[in-house]
């Protein structure tokens, strides 16, 4: 398998994910309160939104880049 091969399976891949997810969360947690051995926490939970243009760009490219790598073999 040459390189652009697995680069092409990799933004085909992604592309995917893109569309399927449209967003990656995580959770932050921050101290609110803190006196001596009392301590509380708070956890948020925060969303990186994806939009569906970076999906349909990674899997065009990743379908291209397939293409282009199979006619010059």
Same mark, same amino acid.
């Given at each position: 398998m040459s390189p652009k091969t697995i680069g092409a399976i990799i933004l085909i891949a992604g592309g995917i994910v893109a569309f399927a997810y449209q967003g990656i969360s995580y959770i932050t947690r921050e101290k609110v309160l803190d006196l001596g051995p009392l301590q509380m926490t708070a956890e948020t939970?925060?969303?990186?939104?994806?939009?569906? &243009?970076? +999906?349909? #760009?990674?899997? &065009?490219? +990743?379908? #291209?880049?397939l293409v282009v790598g199979h006619r010059k073999e």
């Open positions: 939970t925060k969303t990186f939104p994806l939009p569906p &243009v970076i +999906g349909a #760009v990674a899997l &065009v490219g +990743g379908i #291209v880049l």
